[in-house]
């Protein structure tokens, strides 16, 4: 029989649905249930794509004598953390205060039944005592001895742990006097450098994770001081070698969560949507700063892999791929030299073999997961062929790998859509799309993005998730900033006013229900969002940019484009409550920094008006160089809808282009070459 979670919508919880444990969702009457009947609750978190998660659900949650432990002493909530980031949030950080160490994925708290305060937290842990961890039944005896014998320890422990909590992203100070100097900006840039690995790129050792929002702020800050050279490299050399290495999938496309080795070489095999569409956007600036041609490969890569894997037939695009497969890590992937020899001709094999090293020692568990160790250059030149043959052997020897790939038993799907994943994929897509003039990757961000606004935008309100045409939770602070971010990449893909009027429905349910009025910034859940034992808020970067961040960066652009005064202000007044975790640590504040850059230089927003062709042609022409502070939208003649200082670029008999930055307009343009003249 399945337990409760067979009705929900996530395929996490679906994944665990037929456990012998009595699995509630988080819930009222989950939650009535401990305290009616006196019970601590298990909570448990993870998500679908997670290892770990599927070894404890194996060991533990599939076994018959641990369940019935469970169920007897515990009320047991199972809760998928990218549906309830808000949850994860919180305990997340209560198992850093009662850990005192960082938590990750599966998350186990166990709670008071009277106000779901934690007493206890931990990870992931095994059914028999192994690597200095409790077994999971041991723990189980004692957590529900400790909850009978230390009621009144529970109970001393609760206010302070709620307290601690409060204090993690209390304001600090007085915003209304911080200076917003450009002193972070600088001190992000010494501190990236300081923490990179020069050897192979990236910011740390092993595990090593892509940080997307590092390297856009090493982008960023070379195209302010372009004399700073070592910036450029330090993103380039990172994009490169992920680019070459086992991180990216050098068969399909798209990016795998991090990588368990210095080199970029082998993976953890879950691919997030997330991580694709910052990474999509960042390998297109790479190029627009260097011309590096892998560069344009993998961000069209990134593109095509979405479109083919990851686009529901609606629209939407799902969330992840699971890592493992027929039991497996990354079986779908690795290959057995016989296999690729017997698929391919002599000269294919022997291209290939070179190129991601199947002629030396296999580099994961006795099979090869391939990984670029020479370039086409070197191929040619090694194999006394030209470049173009080489080219040509590759994509042939690619297309039959592929085609013999697809055939295997592929990983799992999680095939929920998030409102906040998919404006990043959004985004991506947009900048690539308009960048290389690929049309096909801006049918496809229009297309989700449609899905969105018809599916999880319900009276004026944003729903944070959907699966099965069943769209439900009250969104939070990243879907709505990431989505009008996400809306001012795609206007200047492809005008469309529906989507700014979007922009700023979004925006006016941020300022009404979600920000602090009090202190500024924004909190994670808006102010009718149920009652949880915080509300919490946070300004720092995680695996995805920080909503407070995104959201002053997005709605300063807004409110610069429509000259509205109410975004330009909440804006600055983020940044403000900000300022001493920005002074503090700013490159863990990336998105912040995006904001405080275009606080003291705004951006350059170019209006072109005109026939389709023409302006698309203008567009192009002032759209390929790395330029970050600058917005450019095309706006067909025909459009007749425009808001409050937009009505005011008018169409002329001929393409015009009108130039503002910040309050200063400069005097509308009639020709290309002086539109040129203007900008340089």
Known sequence: MPNRLIDETSPYLQQHAHNPVDWYPWSADALALAKREDKPVLLSIGYSACHWCHVMAHESFEDEGTAALMNELFVNIKVDREERPDLDRIYQNAHHLLAQRGGGWPLTVFLSPKNQVPFFAGTYFPNEARHG????????????????????????????????????DAPQGEAATASLNTVP?????????????????????????????????????????????????????TLENMGRGGLYDQLGGGFCRYAVDEQWMIPHFEKM?????????????????????????IALGIGHWVMAEMQSPEGGYYSALDADSEGEEGRFYVWGQAEVKALL?????????????????????????????????????????SEARCTTLLASAHSKLLTVREKRVRPGRDEKILSSWNALMVKGMAIA???????????????????????????????????????????????HAYLIDAILELLQARWNSKYLRWACELADVLLEHFEDREAGGFYFTADDHE???????????????????????????????????????ASERTLKVAWPALQQHPAAHNSLLLALEEYHQPPCII???????????????????????????????????????????????????YVCEGTRCLPA????????AQLA
């Not at 999971?136 to 307290?163: C, E, N, T, W």
């Not at 695996?543 to 959201?551: L, R, Y």
């Not at 343009?669 to 040129?676: I, N, T, V």
Request: glycine letters at 8%; hydrophobic letters at 40%.
């Open 607 to 657: 209006i072109l008006r005109g026939g389709a062709g023409e302006i698309a042609k203008w567009s192009q022409a002032i759209g390929q160089n790395y330029s970050p502070g600058r917005m450019v939208f095309a706006i067909d003649n025909a459009v007749d809808d425009l808001p409050g200082p937009l009505a005011e670029k008018k169409p002329g008999d001929k393409t015009v282009a």
């Open 531 to 569: 009652q949880l034992i915080h509300r919490s808020r946070s300004f720092s970067d995680d695996a995805t940019p920080a909503g407070n961040g995104v959201a002053a960066f997005a709605l300063a652009r807004l409110g610069h484009l429509l000259g509205e005064s109410r975004y330009l202000t």
């Open 133 to 168: 961890l409790i077994s999971f039944s041991d723990l189980l005896h004692r957590i529900a001895d400790f909850y009978r014998g230390g009621a009144d320890d529970i109970a001393k422990q609760g206010p302070r742990v709620i307290a601690a909590l409060e204090s993690i």
């Open 669 to 676: 343009e009639y020709s290309l070459e002086g539109l040129k």
């Open 433 to 479: 799309g308009r960048t290389f003039d690929e049309p096909t990757l801006i049918d496809s961000a229009e297309r989700a993005l449609d899905f969105l606004h018809h599916t999880l935008w319900r009276d004026g309100r944003l729903l944070a998730t959907c699966k099965d045409d069943k769209a439900h939770l009250m969104a939070y602070l990243d879907d």
């Open 273 to 297: 949507l997330y991580d694709n569409g910052a990474l999509q956007a960042v390998y297109t600036w790479g190029w627009q700063a260097t011309g590096q041609p892998l560069f344009h490969t």
């Open 345 to 385: 001709d002599v000269d294919e094999f022997q291209l290939i073999s070179l190129r991601y090293g199947l002629d030396g020692a296999p580099n994961f568990e006795g099979r090869w997961h391939l990984h670029v160790y020479r370039e086409l250059p070197e191929l040619a030149e090694t194999l006394e062929l």
């Open 185 to 237: 900006l600088q001190r992000a840039r010494e501190q990236l450098e300081d923490s990179f690995e020069a050897g192979h790129g990236g910011f740390s050792g092993a595990p090593k994770f892509p940080h997307a929002t590092h390297l856009e702020r090493l982008l960023r800050h070379w195209a302010v001081h372009p004399e700073d050279e070592l910036a450029l490299e330090m993103a380039r050399r």
